[in-house]
Every structure is written in structure tokens, then in C-alpha cells.
């Protein structure tokens, strides 16, 4: 997708009250881009923001978890930063739940990219491990996390691509509690990947809001 990256909007009191008062929130622009900013703060539009609505929702954040926004941002583009903050909850999620799967999975692509010699080789050396990218995305999606954002969008575009290295397909099953639109894709690990490394290169160039 080439659309342009949607300016963040204004969050008014009425409607983090609501955010604070119903767990399945409804997709909201205004929410959307106003929460991704609470916890990740980028953008040229971030200082234009209310600094009290974003320490509402951090605080909504800190005592009920990020679900109570994440699905806020399901259908938001995968070039906007509420957009990649939902695929990153979405591996951070099932890393978190399917840890045995995705070490197995790890280890199957890291076995296969052994047999390629020296630059299969480089390639695990590169790749970080999947307990790492989870530490990172608790961190973000905490409001908590201090190091470059771009550089979480890189590790988690290497991890998923070498995921996809032996098997494409993220979730196989409809009844999967993490089936998405995102997750039941074709190729979903590789699209993925390459839409982390697109969101990578405009979170560094600054333009990714």
C-alpha cells in the first residue's frame, strides 16, 4: 500500500471516558493515531497533541493492559504507526502465547539457513531471537520504551522473514484467537516482514504517524 500516512487527531475527554468505560472498543481514527502517539511519540503532530490526553491513556494503558486500545488500530494502514503498532501487538502476542511453537519454528528456519553455508550463517547471526522482539514490544506497547522505535520495526521485519524463511504462513487455523486479517494472509510472515521494514524507513526519515 502507498497511501499517505494519515495526520493523528485530536482525542477529546468524552472519548477516552468511553475508552474508559468499554473494553471492545470500536475502530475510532481519532483514537487510533491519538493512542499510537501516547506511546509511541513521533511524528511532527506529536507536539500539536494534548499532553493530558496522552497521560490518560498511558495511565488507562498502565492499569488495564494495551488490549483496552489495541483494537483500536486493526484497521489502520500498515504504513501508519497505528497500523504497525497493531502487527506489533499481534507478534508480540504470539510470541507470548505460542512460545514453544515459535522456538520450533525458529529453530526449523535456523536449520535450513545452516545448510546455505556462510550466508546462512550471517543471517541467524543477524537475526534476533524471538524473546528479544517480545522484551521490545512490551516496552513500546507499555508507553515505556526509550531506544530508536526504527530499529524494533527492523528486528521484528528480520525475525518475521526468517520465521518465513520455512513456512509463510503466520496462523494456519480461523478459530485462532490471534486470526486476523493480517495473521490468515497468504504469506502473511513475509508480508509482514516487509511491511516493518517499510514502516522501519519511515520511522527513521520521521514520517511515520
Known amino acids: 500500500m502507498t497511501k499517505k500516512p494519515r495526520r493523528p487527531a485530536q482525542l477529546d475527554a468524552d472519548q477516552i471516558e468511553a475508552i474508559e468505560g468499554e473494553a471492545d472498543v470500536a475502530y475510532n481514527s481519532e483514537l487510533a493515531h491519538t ?7 513521533m511524528g511532527r503532530h506529536h507536539s500539536g497533541e494534548d499532553p493530558e490526553t496522552f497521560k490518560r491513556i498511558l ?4 492499569e488495564e493492559g494495551v ?13 501508519t504507526l497505528p497500523g504497525i503498532l497493531w502487527r506489533g501487538y499481534l507478534l508480540r502476542e504470539w510470541i507470548r502465547r505460542e512460545g514453544a511453537e515459535v522456538n520450533r519454528r ?3 528456519s535456523a536449520e535450513v539457513l545452516r545448510r ?6 550471517q543471517k541467524i547471526a543477524m537475526t534476533p531471537k524471538p524473546g528479544t522482539v517480545r522484551q521490545e514490544w512490551d516496552s513500546v ?4 520504551y526509550e ?7 527492523k528486528d521484528s521485519a528480520r ?3 526468517f520465521l518465513g524463511e520455512v513456512d509463510p504462513v503466520w496462523i494456519g487455523t480461523g478459530d485462532h484467537p490471534l486470526a486476523t486479517d493480517v495473521t490468515r494472509r497468504d504469506r502473511a510472515m513475509l508480508l509482514t516482514s516487509a511491511e516493518f521494514r517499510a514502516a522501519g524507513k519511515l520511522a527513521a526519515d520521521g514520517m511515520l504517524e
Open 116 to 121: 546455505q553455508g556462510a550466508d546462512g550463517e
Open 141 to 144: 506497547l507499555a508507553g515505556t
Open 106 to 108: 525458529y529453530e526449523a
Open 147 to 153: 531506544g530508536d522505535f526504527a530499529e524494533v520495526l
Open 159 to 161: 525475525l518475521t522473514d
Open 59 to 62: 495511565a488507562l494503558v498502565d
Open 35 to 41: 493512542s499510537a502517539q501516547a506511546l509511541v511519540p
Open 67 to 79: 488490549d483496552v486500545i489495541a483494537e483500536s488500530w486493526i484497521r489502520s494502514p500498515e504504513n
